[in-house]
């Protein structure tokens, strides 16, 4: 059974810093490009960024570039979000996932492409 689970939500704090964690298993996704999407209550959910298998390309949601920044470990099947400078905006669920999607960029802020998503994870910023 394929799963993927994201750790590190919590609460923190506007300005502050929270660092989310997910880790594949059942299977190794070499190959497959991971990402990030997020759900705020009473919101659609949206893409926050993404990176690919082989380059390790980043792609990024203009609401958080130069705040967060993924990064993925392919040995321990493993990916990460740094967020920083947190904003109350930021609060959400948020869910690790990944995709065999390889082609143009802007099919990686496609939700429609991600084969696999995790559980989610709650991550709440107070002001």
């Known amino acids: 059974q394929v799963q993927l689970v994201e750790s590190g939500g919590g609460l923190g704090q506007a300005g502050g810093s929270l660092k989310l964690s997910c880790t594949a298993s059942?299977?190794?996704?070499?190959?497959?490009?991971m990402g990030w999407f997020r759900q705020a209550p009473g919101k659609e959910r949206e893409f926050v960024a993404a990176?690919?298998?082989?380059?390790?390309?980043?792609y990024y949601a203009d609401s958080v570039k130069g705040r967060f920044t993924i990064s993925r470990d392919n040995a321990e099947n493993a990916l990460y979000l740094q967020m920083n400078s947190l904003k109350p905006d930021d609060t959400a669920v948020y869910y690790c996932v990944a995709t065999s999607y390889y082609g143009p960029g802007y099919g990686y802020y496609q939700e429609r492409r991600y084969n696999y998503w995790g559980q989610g994870t709650q991550v709440t910023v107070s002001s």
């Open positions: 059942g299977r190794t996704f070499s190959g497959y490009a």
């Open positions: 990176i690919t298998w082989s380059s390790g390309t980043t």
